[in-house]
Structures are given as C-alpha cells and as structure tokens.
C-alpha cells in the first residue's frame, strides 16, 4: 500500500514557476515509478510526465516538454514536478501517481495509487 500527497500548488502568473511534491508513504517508494497528470475543467485526466524508480527514465507530453522537469529522491520517497513558465493552459488540478507496471506510464489506468491532487491556476 502507497499513500500519497501532493503539495506546492497555488497561483501564479503567466512566465512564472511552481514545484510540486508529492510524499509517499512505505518503505517501497524506490520500487515505483511515478507520473504526474492533471485534469483541467471539463476534460479528461491528461498525462504531464513519468519517471522510472531510479530517475534514469524521464518523459512528458509534448505540451510541457522544456518548461517542466520531473524528479524525484528516493530517500525522501519524493517525486517533484518544476514548472517553469506557466502558461494559462496549464492551469488543472495536478495529481500525481504511482506505477508498478514497467508499461504504461502515460496510461493513467496503469497507475496503481494516486494522491488527492494539488491544484494549480495561472493567470494572464
């Protein structure tokens, strides 16, 4: 059983940046890849990026590839997502999850725990 919580959402202006965490809990966090989504209003949950368990595997979506970076630290058994030069269209609850699956990692029905999502709105 993974337990996670999101952090670090909030608003801010367009160009600007946030960081988001998410914390799990269990000593098993190391075996885990994670990937972050986000669902704006409206729309379908949308896969943002992934990362294998040893950060050796980082991808995103073409959307936010070169202003977002996914980490993560695994003895903190913290994944983080920087956000750099937000847009208004990035604006959507973010959620992050965890995948036991080596596939599947931008197929949110591979992701076998997820946090209660953070949300984050970017202004004009």
């Known amino acids: 059983q993974v337990q996670l919580v999101e952090s670090g959402g909030g608003l801010v202006q367009a160009g600007g940046s946030l960081r988001l965490s998410c914390a799990a809990s269990?000593?098993?966090?190391?075996?885990?890849?994670m990937g972050w989504f986000r669902q704006a209003p409206g729309k379908e949950r949308e896969f943002v990026a992934a990362?294998?368990?040893?950060?050796?595997?980082?991808v995103y979506a073409d959307s936010v590839k070169g202003r977002f970076t996914i980490s993560r630290d695994n003895a903190k058994n913290t994944a983080y997502l920087q956000m750099n030069t937000l847009k208004p269209e990035d604006t959507a609850v973010y959620y992050c999850?965890?995948?036991?699956?080596?596939?599947?990692?931008?197929?949110?029905?591979?992701?076998?725990?997820w946090g209660q999502g953070t949300q984050v709105t970017v202004s004009s």
């Open positions: 999850g965890a995948r036991s699956s080596q596939f599947g990692e931008r197929i949110s029905q591979y992701y076998n725990y």
């Open positions: 269990g000593r098993t966090f190391s075996s885990y890849s």
């Open positions: 990362i294998d368990w040893s950060g050796g595997r980082r």
